[in-house]
């Protein structure tokens, strides 16, 4: 148990998307820490295998089957969270999915609207009922609180094909901003995390492609490699803990230097 600005323990901590690839690793970084642990996906299988991982680091664990697509399935689980657990102190917003066209010509308006419903508008109800919940946490005299958003390097620069995903990434960025102006009157702290280019399932759905990029990646990054899920495991516990009490409105990029070099 960590006895310092970094402990969690006895805080609560949602992670969407997080009983696989970085969602999983936001959520064992912040079991390590000392919380308590409910994971939200779609796959109860999947959700259970997660939970099985986290369960020698000690604090109380949950899941619940979602999808964050459906605004009332977010109303209704996040009630059920809290009636749960108790309170949430911490919400990470990371469920997601990831499709690609050759260009923006290509695209369908199925492939757009899809992805939205689920990356932008399933993540914006998650951020609207995490809010409600800790602005009246706060009117009751307990105030305080970190949502924090899974962001994309697509926020930043180009990447072909990815016009619809970055367009919810962009989003997201612009009203993560926009809610910490709002709720740091309620001691409530919004932040997004910015990946690079990281190792998951997802990335690795096809080997070749994956062998491609990493390559090209690990050559254009000072530190000379593609991302793990692990190294994601330290910001999300810096941005729940007290270590993080006056930062806030930030986009946090963690890409091995290659954005800024």
């Known amino acids: 148990m960590a006895n310092n600005l970094f402990d969690l323990t006895g ?9 696989s690839g970085l969602g999983l690793a ?15 996906g779609r796959n109860d299988a999947k959700n259970q295998a997660a939970l099985d991982t986290l369960k020698q680091y000690g604090g109380r664990l949950w899941s619940q089957s979602v999808d964050v697509g459906s605004e009332q399935a977010v ?13 949430l102190d911490c919400v990470v917003v990371n469920a997601g999915v990831a499709s690609r066209s050759n260009t923006i010509c290509d695209m369908t308006s199925d492939m757009y609207h899809d992805l939205l419903n689920i990356n932008l508008h399933g993540a914006i109800y998650t951020l609207r009922e995490s809010a409600r919940h800790m602005v009246k946490r706060s009117e009751a005299g307990d105030p305080g609180g970190s949502i924090i958003i899974c962001g994309s390097m697509s926020i930043f620069y180009g990447v072909p094909g990815m016009s619809h995903y970055a ?8 009203v993560g901003r926009t809610m910490a102006a709002e709720l740091g009157c309620h001691g409530v702290r919004v932040n997004v995390i910015a990946p690079g280019f990281i190792a998951t399932e997802m990335t690795q759905a096809d080997p070749e492609v994956f ?4 390559a090209a990646v690990s050559a254009r990054t000072p530190m000379g490699r593609s991302g793990q899920p692990e190294d994601l ?3 999300v516990v810096y941005l729940a803990s007290d270590c ?7 986009t946090l990029i963690v890409d091995g230097g290659r954005f800024r070099s």
């Open 233 to 235: 495991e330290g910001i």
């Open 11 to 19: 805080k609560v901590a949602l992670v969407t998307g997080g009983n």
């Open 167 to 174: 367009a919810a990434k962009g989003g997201l960025d612009a």
């Open 75 to 87: 109303i209704d689980a996040m009630a059920a969270a809290v009636e749960k657990m108790g309170r």
């Open 26 to 40: 936001y959520a064992r970084g912040l079991a390590k820490a000392g919380a308590d642990i409910v994971i939200w």
């Open 211 to 214: 062998k491609q990029i990493d």
């Open 244 to 250: 993080s009490s006056y930062h806030t409105g930030d």
